[in-house]
């Protein structure tokens, strides 16, 4: 072919939308060649004109609510997931984002509504203030040794790894996973959030994507092991009224992932445009979490996407003059909120984005 007719052609297919340039190839077809005159000429090695070419209807679409809302009704008795995973000394909940806002009120739910171990990390224990302030205030008392202060920097793999390492060193478990460390920005010392295209940087959208969707999802990856059905039935020496040594087996609860994302994530419900970097990860953890809960169920693991609500931490502090009064949530009050939604959790509801008020939010 014609060296300048081959560069008109691409530099055509550059100016075409994206899905138009990529000519709906699918993962595993290939592309034969681009030929002058022959627009998107692809398929299973075969070429054909545009004109020639029957397209097949598209899947229906599933955008709206496919999840039902929380049942509040039900899974509340003591033999409920929750209850027994709530009640369990040897349990270990892990908080991605301890040092503040939303993660460190988690930290102290389950402090005052657990009995199990409680790894708290965060990327610099040394200047998380609230965090420490919450360890010396505890200090000498039981609760202070359920709490394990773990270095975790979500951004860099290596971290991830140490911290997982460590985690299955000391407890070989886990049985709740809270990825709760996230990134907006304010709009004047960062880039995002972005109020228009022009805004938008290549480096604050890698930051926003491995903050709030890579490295959680690296996370779970790595913890997922600790999580699974495999390692959860325990077995622990114990002895009857006649002192006969017994062995008692003891079955771990459905362990679960639960994922803080947001409302702006939703693609159904995006009519307002803006925030490219936040609603672009947010989205992706979304579908992270509806992926992770299909591939993980099998094995007893459920997963979660939250909404927590617009609630009253640093993340929220740059925009809460536009919040309507009585709408800015006090963190305990989100995190009540969300530890029920987390604690009735039932097998239908894996994978869904659900609010503050177990509200299904369509994807
Ligand atoms: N607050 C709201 O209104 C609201 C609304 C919707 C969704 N959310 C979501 O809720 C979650 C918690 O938000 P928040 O309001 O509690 O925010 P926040 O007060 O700003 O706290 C953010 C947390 O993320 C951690 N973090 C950031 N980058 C990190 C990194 N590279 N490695 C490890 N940790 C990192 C921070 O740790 P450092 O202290 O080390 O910086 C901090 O613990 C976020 O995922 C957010 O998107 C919040």
Redesign the pocket.
């Known amino acids: 072919m014609h060296q300048v007719a081959l560069k008109r052609t691409l530099t055509a297919l550059a100016f075409t939308s994206p899905s138009a340039a990529y000519g709906g190839v699918r993962p595993g077809f290939a592309v034969s060649s681009v030929t002058a005159g022959t627009k998107y000429s692809r398929s299973r090695n075969r070429l054909f004109s545009s004109s020639s070419f029957n397209a097949p209807e598209p899947p229906q679409s599933k955008g709206f609510n496919v999840y039902n809302d929380i049942d509040f009704s039900v899974s509340t008795g003591q033999s409920s997931q929750s209850s027994i995973r709530n009640s369990d000394p040897d349990a270990v909940f892990v908080i991605?984002?301890?040092?503040?806002?939303?993660?460190l009120q988690f930290l102290r739910k389950l402090l005052k509504d657990t009995k199990g171990n409680i790894v708290a990390c965060?990327?610099?224990p040394d200047?998380?203030i609230g965090l420490q302030e919450l360890l010396l205030s505890l200090e000498g008392s039981k609760s202070r040794d359920r709490i394990d202060l773990i270095k975790?920097?979500?951004?860099n793999q290596d971290s991830i790894e140490q911290a997982v390492l460590e985690i299955e060193r000391k407890y070989n478990r886990v049985d709740l996973l809270l990825n709760?460390?996230?990134?907006?920005g304010d709009g004047k010392n960062t880039p995002g959030p972005e109020r228009s295209l022009l805004k938008i940087e290549k480096g604050w959208l890698e930051k926003s994507f491995q903050?709030?969707v890579i490295?959680p999802l690296m996370l779970s990856k790595e913890l997922a092991p600790l999580m699974t059905q495999k390692r959860r039935t325990t077995k622990k020496k114990a002895s009857n009224k006649d002192n006969e040594e017994l062995i008692v087996e003891k079955k771990r609860p459905v362990a679960i992932i639960a994922n803080?994302?947001?409302r702006v994530g939703s693609i159904s419900d995006n009519f307002l445009g803006g925030w490219y970097s936040y609603r672009m990860s947010?989205a992706a953890l979304n579908q992270a979490t509806r992926t992770l809960a299909n591939e993980l169920k099998r094995e007893s693991v459920w997963c979660v996407a939250l909404?927590?609500?617009?609630?009253d931490?640093?993340?929220?502090a740059p925009f809460q003059k536009n919040v309507q009064e009585g709408r800015l949530f006090p963190v305990e009050f989100t995190v009540d909120s969300l530890m029920k939604v987390i604690d009735s959790m039932e097998e239908e509801n894996t994978g869904g984005l659900y609010d503050w008020a177990g509200k299904a939010i369509p994807f």
């Open positions: 991605n984002g301890a040092s503040r806002g939303i993660g965060c990327r610099s200047d998380a975790l920097d979500i951004e709760v460390a996230g990134i907006l903050v709030n490295g803080l994302s947001a947010k909404h927590p609500g617009t609630t931490t640093d993340l929220s």
